[in-house]
């Protein structure tokens, strides 16, 4: 089965750094998505990790664990445009059919 | 030219009235998906196709139908809409190296 948990809410200010958690239990797992979502519009494409370890992307980086179960993605010197919804999403595949099974996002609001 | 195109973007139909969604795509992809997102739900996959010949049911597929017309199109049924079929829709197509959404279709069935 696939069960992905992730924060609700976070609050964080302009200027400082904040870490998104993900855990998730995906059978044949193939990798891990994260999406940025503002409100009423499309995902957009964040980062792809499959193998353990960091990958830095400008002031975005995502991190995983997979004997953990684990990720999470950190944004630095945040802006008030980084304010939306952060999707997790786990890529598991059973046979020769990979699909993407999203959490409920984790809604980001920067204050000054 | 957007790479993933949703029609309508917006919708508002009556409740038993059957309505279809369409999504085209540039992108040359094989693989194509309807989500729907409801507030504080994420994204749930209503119906997957790995190509022209194959569709198959996700998680919420009870009340929606698709037609996968040829390669680049996908489309999504309502065969008689319901009040909680209210949300937004996504279509979006994949690759080894990922996933492309389109903008999405807000629906209201009232």
């Known amino acids: 089965g696939q069960n992905i948990d992730q924060p609700t809410e976070m609050t964080a200010t302009e200027g400082a750094i904040v870490q998104i958690n993900c855990t998730y239990q995906t059978s044949g797992f193939n990798g891990l998505f994260w999406y940025q979502q503002h409100a009423g519009e499309a995902p957009t494409f964040l980062s792809y990790n499959v193998l353990d370890g960091l990958e830095e992307k400008g002031r975005f980086s995502s991190f995983l664990s997979r004997s953990k179960g684990y990720s999470y993605l950190l944004l630095k010197e945040l802006q008030m445009k980084d304010s939306a919804s952060y999707l997790c999403?786990?890529?598991?595949?059973?046979?020769?059919?990979?699909?993407?099974?999203f959490g409920t996002g984790t809604r980001l609001q920067v204050t000054l | 030219d957007a790479d993933v195109t949703q029609t309508p973007r917006n919708r508002i139909t009556k409740t038993g009235k059957r309505i279809m969604l369409e999504c085209s795509q540039t992108k040359g992809h094989d693989r194509m998906y309807w989500y729907r997102q409801d507030p504080g739900l994420g994204l749930q996959l209503i119906y997957y196709?790995?190509?022209?010949?194959?569709?198959n049911k996700g998680e919420i597929s009870d009340g929606y139908s698709v037609s996968r017309q040829a390669q680049a199109k996908f489309s999504l049924s309502l065969e008689s809409a319901i009040p909680n079929q209210t949300a937004l829709y996504f279509c979006?197509?994949?690759?080894?190296?990922?996933?492309?959404f389109g903008s999405g279709t807000r629906l209201t069935v009232v």
């Open positions: 196709s790995f190509d022209v010949k194959d569709i």
């Open positions: 979006a197509t994949s690759d080894e190296r990922g996933y492309t």
């Open positions: 999403a786990s890529v598991g595949i059973t046979g020769t059919a990979s699909k993407l099974t």
